[in-house]
């Protein structure tokens, strides 16, 4: 097998990367990929930071025994934590990150407010920090920390009361501000758009950086030479961590991830 024909891999806590992985289908469909969900150690969101390192990066030791031809950390608190040591490690590969999607939010804010939702720890370490330093002069930036919202949709609970009374606690001291947009900081949180929509209108926009990140992948494949050029539509895979310990749990996440890539 030659270089442009090997898998994508992805890495996520659990199915967050999901969302990711679907704009890569719609974006590179001849790609084949390979999925791997952390999911017996999730989340991620509320570990220590050199916990979260170890994890990441057996997580990609595992996708490079798949035989991936680059990785993509779908996840915002591995990417926050990690990304740094992954590329100084992995320099022969492509290591490619997704961060909180800031700037889009901010060109249409209209001096208006945005919301950062994210996990604890990404919302704590620095790379965030230093993201909105960047921007902080421009729009006021609210800070949403979402501890115990990625355990849900882990558990498949995306729609409902469950969700909806969730997320309207969370964002209930905000919904008297005029606000521009909401910015998923976590790949879990694009399954509960819809709930967010119902709760704040859809005049707010809802961004996360699903696309942006996937357009990196894309030119990344180009600069090295590595996109797939076959005509047939490529094929994924998914695995899971909980295989070890518990085949009930990891058919359940293996079923919820693809649920999630076909809704």
């Known amino acids: 097998m030659n270089n442009k024909e090997k898998p994508i891999g992805f890495f996520d806590s659990g199915v967050g990367g999901i969302s990711v992985l679907k704009e890569s ?15 017996i150690n999730a989340p991620y969101g509320t570990k220590e930071v050199d916990e ?20 993509v950390i779908a996840c915002n608190t591995a990417t926050s934590a990690a ?17 909180p999607a800031l700037k889009p939010a901010v060109e249409i804010s209209r001096g208006k407010s945005i ?3 994210a996990t604890p720890m990404t919302l704590a370490e620095k790379k965030f ?16 920390p979402c501890a115990g919202l990625v355990e849900l949709i882990e558990n498949g609970i995306v729609e409902g009361d469950q969700i909806e009374s969730y997320l309207r606690d969370k964002l209930k001291e905000f919904i008297h501000l005029d606000v521009a947009s909401i910015v998923l900081g976590c790949t879990h949180y694009p399954f509960v758009k819809n709930e967010l929509i119902k709760i704040v209108g859809e005049k707010t926009i809802i961004i996360d950086g699903s696309v942006g990140t996937v357009n990196q992948l894309k030119r990344q494949l180009t600069r090295n030479n590595l996109l797939n050029d076959k005509k047939t539509k490529g094929i994924v895979t998914i695995y899971s961590s909980a295989t070890s310990s518990s085949s009930a749990t990891s058919s359940n996440m293996i079923d919820l991830s693809y649920k999630l890539l076909k809704s």
């Open 129 to 144: 920090s230093n993201l909105m330093e960047q921007y902080e002069k421009e729009v006021n930036m609210i800070s949403l």
């Open 25 to 39: 289908l719609k974006i590179l469909p001849n790609e084949d990929f390979v999925y791997f969900g952390d999911s």
């Open 115 to 117: 919301i950062i939702m």
């Open 83 to 99: 990304i740094d040591d992954l590329r100084e490690k992995y320099k022969d590969i492509p290591i490619i990150g997704i961060e």
């Open 52 to 71: 979260v390192k170890k994890l990441t990066f057996n997580a990609v030791d595992f996708l490079l025994d798949k035989g991936v031809k680059v990785v």
